[in-house]
């Protein structure tokens, strides 16, 4: 077959002497390659086979003990019959994935870990599965403990073997598991793949495409269920390795719901530090809400003392803290789950159950709001001052507290992905996300005190309407003019320093 004549890569000549077990005679096969070969009697040959090369100039390497055993530990170290080099066993690890798991120690299991793994230390999680159909597998995959990737080891290549009848295919193999799933190690065995299937022609092989999608989906149940199972190990897992899931979720659009499940945040239900599956967030969710609820910041504090979780804390309604830059893009990929529409806190069309405490009136209970015609007037005003800096300037209905907040009028450009394009210098995409609304808080006493004076000191209502806009940007996480800023700052200050 191709793997036979290859040796003719590296040998001038190749020589083949057989022999029957039956006691009948040996033979030597004979050929450059070139085309044509001979056959004759040989004798004084024992029982077996012997392959000759007679190696080209340039291929002497090849006959070194070094080279010889590399290879074999390559390419056969799971070969069920002993490869011996000057009389030593090479291949002395065995296929422990073919056994019954049963069979098989912790111990053993760790070891091949550590060998399949270059680890020194144990696995995290072990997935040890086999299966007959669509496909004949048997798989042994292993999660680390450390993430090499945040050690300034840069991008780290599969860690996933793959092999036919023990023989190894592809090494690192980019085809058998997705690019997010790079962290994973062991080893994926298949009897369906042919020997003689090229490493090139991999990625293009239905088989391989039909394997690859088995064993994704069967990792990704794996997950859910230890999560399940140890929640607390699972967070630490989630901790170490959370940021590929979420890369999954991304790019990978055939596996994006599977991965919904698996999925971590912090939530205005669990304590500090604890983190919710998106399953426990809808078994909490009230009664007629039909979507799941998130805000991104630096930090639970942050998020916890700014204005968009005002109204969730007023009606009780569980939120989801976002605290890494990148969940927005996730959530926002995910679009959807369990039929659930998932929706940030800054938009500027965010819709929440009605409160049950509502007065004979049908308002929520709230503090005394300037009149509707006051609200208009102030609304113009902060649009005169702001100008293009805003899109539209209303009167809140969500606002408890604080006196503003800027939402976004974009249904999928968050102020958390935002940031992340002013960080980039991302103009283009900046500019595709326009404008910002500036929601105001008719019952603020801050709203209240600027119409009252805005008539009669005009700069300085300009200098707090400024004022308040930037720091209803600062709360979003957006960036400002810290210099105009200050100087403003300096100026209300001074203002009222002077007040009697």
Not at 35 to 47: A, F
Not at 130 to 140: F, G, Q, R
Request: glycine share 6%; proline share 4%; hydrophobic share 35%.
């Amino acid at each position: 077959g191709v793997g036979f004549y290859s040796a003719f890569m590296a040998a001038k000549k190749v020589r083949v002497q057989t022999r029957s077990w039956d006691g009948s005679e040996g033979h030597e096969w004979c050929s450059d390659g070139s085309g044509t070969y001979t056959i004759k009697p040989c004798e004084g040959l024992h029982r077996g086979t012997k392959i000759i090369l007679e190696l080209k100039d340039d291929a002497h390497e090849y006959a070194t003990k070094f080279t010889i055993e590399r290879i074999i530990k390559q390419y056969s170290t799971f070969v069920p019959f002993p490869v011996k080099v000057e009389g030593k066993t090479v291949n002395t690890v065995q296929a422990i994935w073919t056994r019954s798991k049963s069979e098989i120690t912790d111990e053993e299991y760790t070891e091949f870990y550590k060998f399949v793994g270059n680890a020194v230390d144990e696995p995290l999680y072990r997935l040890h599965f086999s299966a007959d159909a669509p496909l004949a597998i048997n798989a042994l995959l292993y999660v680390p403990r450390e993430n090499i990737e945040t050690l300034g080891m840069g991008r780290m290549p599969s860690g996933v073997n793959l092999y036919c009848q023990r023989v190894l295919i592809d090494q690192h193999s980019e085809n058998i598991l997705p690019e997010w799933l790079r962290f994973v190690k062991g080893v994926v065995d298949s009897e369906d793949l042919p020997l003689n299937i090229s490493r090139q022609s991999l990625q293009d092989n239905a088989l391989v495409m039909k394997l690859r999608k088995v064993i994704t989906k069967r990792f990704i149940k794996f997950l859910a269920e230890e999560a399940g199972r140890d929640k607390e190990k699972y967070q630490q897992f989630w901790k170490t390795f959370g940021i590929f899931i979420k890369e999954g979720v991304t790019t990978d659009f055939e596996f994006q719901k599977d991965l919904g499940k698996l999925l971590r945040f912090e939530s205005s239900a669990a304590d500090p530090g604890e983190l919710i599956s998106l399953d426990e967030y809808i078994g909490r969710m009230k009664e007629g809400q039909d979507k799941i609820y998130y805000i991104n910041g630096p930090s639970r504090q942050a998020i916890e003392q700014g204005p968009y979780v005002e109204l969730f804390k007023k009606r009780e309604i569980e939120i989801l803290y976002t605290l890494e830059p990148i969940d927005d893009f996730v959530l926002n990929h995910l679009g959807t789950y369990e039929e659930k529409k998932l929706v940030s806190a800054d938009r500027a069309d965010l819709s929440l159950p009605e409160a049950a405490d509502k007065d004979e009136g049908g308002s929520e209970e709230q503090g005394e709001k300037l009149p509707a015609d006051k609200v208009a007037e102030l609304c113009g005003f902060f649009k005169e001052i702001l100008g293009d800096r805003v899109k539209e300037v209303k009167a809140s209905d969500r606002l408890v507290d604080s006196p503003a907040m800027i939402v976004n009028v974009d249904s999928y450009m968050t102020s958390s992905m935002e940031r992340i394009m002013q960080a980039q210098g991302g103009e283009g995409e900046l500019a595709m996300a326009g404008k910002k609304d500036l929601e105001i808080n008719p019952a603020s006493p801050l709203m209240k005190k600027i119409i009252e004076v805005k008539d009669k000191k005009r700069d300085f209502a300009a200098d707090v309407a400024n004022q308040v806009f930037d720091n209803a940007m600062i709360q979003a996480g957006l960036l400002v003019d810290s210099q105009q800023m200050v100087s403003r700052s300096y100026r209300i200050l001074e203002q009222i320093s002077q007040e009697k």
